[in-house]
């Protein structure tokens, strides 16, 4: 399906029928991915953002998300920390420390992202079983993109 170029983000990179690879059952309503012109760019003032098309059979959806590139790469750090972190888990009898939130703390731009359980969440002793099943049912389809992110990242020099 052909990413719409009429709308207030202006693809320039695009992937189209992502919806074939994305997700186990790739019945999804994404239906491609882009990097182009933010839709939120004033005059004089130009960002880039990454955006995920979502359409709902009839038209693309409100649904849609767009994210500075930056955040993009964040959250791919984030989601890395998160499956080491459950890579270790199982050494605590309710998958996390009650007595420690934090599991870690990276350094980025001055600051430091930090990244903890979420102790406050009243269902945690079940929620972080689900979230732990439901990483290791989708190891396989995760850790595929993981190395082709690595291997990207080293042929980058990173």
Not at 7 to 28: A, T
Not at 87 to 105: C, G, H, T, V
């Amino acid at each position: 399906m052909k990413i719409p170029t009429a709308l207030k983000h202006k693809p320039v990179i695009v992937s189209e029928d992502y919806d074939k690879i994305d997700g186990r059952d790739c019945q999804s309503d994404a239906k491609g991915l882009s990097v182009g012109l933010a839709q939120w760019n004033d005059r004089g003032k130009v960002d880039v953002s990454a955006k995920i098309w979502r359409y709902t059979g009839e038209k693309w959806s409100r649904q849609s998300e767009e994210m500075p590139l930056h955040r993009v790469i964040d959250l791919a750090i984030f989601v890395c920390r998160t499956k080491l972190y459950f890579r270790e888990a199982y050494r605590y009898e309710k998958l996390y420390d009650e007595n420690e939130a934090q599991i870690d703390r990276i350094p980025l731009q001055g600051g430091a992202m930090d990244v903890s359980v979420c102790l406050d969440n009243p269902f945690l002793d079940e929620d972080i079983k689900l979230v732990s099943a439901a990483l290791a049912k989708d190891d396989e389809l995760l850790g595929e993109r993981l190395a082709r992110l690595a291997a990207i990242l080293r042929e980058m020099g990173y």
